[in-house]
């Protein structure tokens, strides 16, 4: 699940990979999209609300991003990461209203 695109459609993924499939949403992706998301329709269901394609599958959060390289940066009290609009400081209070917002299943937090 690695590194897919989320425009791949769930019946190609479901012809690939047998059984259940977990998908990584990396931070600097998903930060943006929390104010999509929390306005659109289906807000109380989370990023499966605006993705229904990943209805049934599981989801995880993390610093992390297999697209770029390097994603992370740290050096200060908190990591900053790559977003579509520059580099952004991602402290423990955005990381929560972030879960708030997208309801992942698990999140990965940066860890030394």
């Known amino acids: ?13 479901d012809a690939i990979f ?4 977990l998908h990584q949403l990396p931070v ?3 930060l943006p999209r929390q ?10 269901e989370g990023y499966r ?6 209805r049934n599958t599981t989801a995880y959060c993390s610093f992390r991003n297999p697209r770029q390289n390097p ?20 402290g423990p209070k955005e990381l929560l209203e ?6 992942f299943e698990l999140v990965a937090a940066p860890a030394e």
Do not use: W
């Open 1 to 13: 699940s690695r590194g897919f695109p989320l425009q791949l459609r769930p019946e190609v993924m």
């Open 18 to 21: 047998k059984g259940p499939q």
């Open 28 to 30: 600097g992706d998903n």
């Open 35 to 44: 104010e999509i998301i929390a306005q659109c329709p289906g807000a109380a």
């Open 49 to 54: 609300g605006f993705f229904p394609h990943l």
């Open 71 to 90: 994603s992370v940066y740290g050096g200060d009290s908190i990591c900053s990461v790559e977003t579509s609009g520059g580099r952004r400081k991602v």
């Open 98 to 103: 972030m879960q708030r917002v997208m309801r």
